[in-house]
T-cell receptor, first 115, second 113 residues
Framework: ETGVTQTPRHLVMGMTNKKSLKCEQH?????MYWYKQSAKKPLELMFV???????ENNSVPSRFSPECPNSSHLFLHLHTLQPEDSALYLC??????????????FGEGSRLTVL | QQQVKQSPQSLIVQKGGIPIINCAYE??????FPWYQQFPGKGPALLIA?????SEKKEGRFTISFNKSAKQFSLHIMDSQPGDSATYFC????????????FGKGTLLTVNP
């Protein structure tokens, strides 16, 4: 059973919709991450939060807006997305903050389809 | 620019075979090299990791071989089993941490019974 829970597991949205992805970790970790996984591409790091503070924005378009209200919860707000944004969005957490060596614990992902 | 190149893209072996997955990196500042395993419908999970001060690390049936001068590392799975069928990702980072990992494209491994 994963210690990182993502909802919803599947999401279909139109290009003009606004939706949010939610991630919750029950592991007591300090760092949380959003990754994008597209077919035949490397996992792409999108955002990193360390102790609720954003420490990394990997040149992600502004139509993706992250929010980290506390160390256990992470959101990805989506608006006016493009079809090429269709992908599996993975949340992960790790111990020791971004300077630590803790392994990444991933959730099962939210499969997003943009029509 | 892809900083970690992984090959092959897919691999099929018979049970008991020894699949080998290779990765090459460009950034000499990388000093931490993990492998993640992903089953269908699941998120990736850390399998094994190595740092450049050793040339080999073994955990159970999984072995990482590391060649610092060639900037290459590989994953070997001894006595492979159908349950090992998954996608394997190599990755690399600086500072010895899992922060800001650069991943390869992944290798889909199928182990036939």
């Amino acid at each position: 059973e994963t210690g990182v829970t993502q909802t919803p597991r599947h999401l279909v949205m139109g290009m003009t919709n606004k939706k949010s992805l939610k991630c919750e970790q029950h592991l007591g970790h300090n760092a949380m991450y959003w990754y994008k996984q597209s077919a035949k591409k490397p996992l792409e790091l999108m955002f990193v939060y360390n102790f609720k503070e954003q420490t990394e924005n990997n040149s992600v378009p502004s139509r993706f807006s992250p929010e980290c209200p506390n160390s256990s919860h992470l959101f990805l707000h989506l608006h006016t997305l493009q079809p090429e944004d269709s992908a599996l969005y993975l949340c992960a957490s790790s111990a020791g903050g971004t300077g630590g060596t803790g392994e990444l614990f991933f959730g099962e992902g939210s499969r997003l389809t943009v029509l | 620019q892809q900083q970690v190149k992984q090959s092959p893209q897919s691999l099929i072996v018979q049970k008991g075979g020894i699949p080998i997955i290779n990765c090459a990196y460009e950034n000499t500042a990388f000093d931490y090299f993990p492998w993640y395993q992903q089953f269908p419908g699941k998120g990736p999970a850390l399998l094994i990791a190595i740092r450049p001060d050793v040339s080999e690390k073994k955990e159970g049936r999984f072995t990482i071989s590391f060649n610092k001068s060639a900037k290459q590392f590989s994953l070997h799975i001894m006595d492979s089993q159908p349950g090992d069928s998954a996608t394997y990702f190599c990755a690399a980072s600086k500072g010895g941490s899992n922060y800001k990992l650069t991943f390869g494209k992944g290798t889909l491994l199928t182990v036939n019974p």
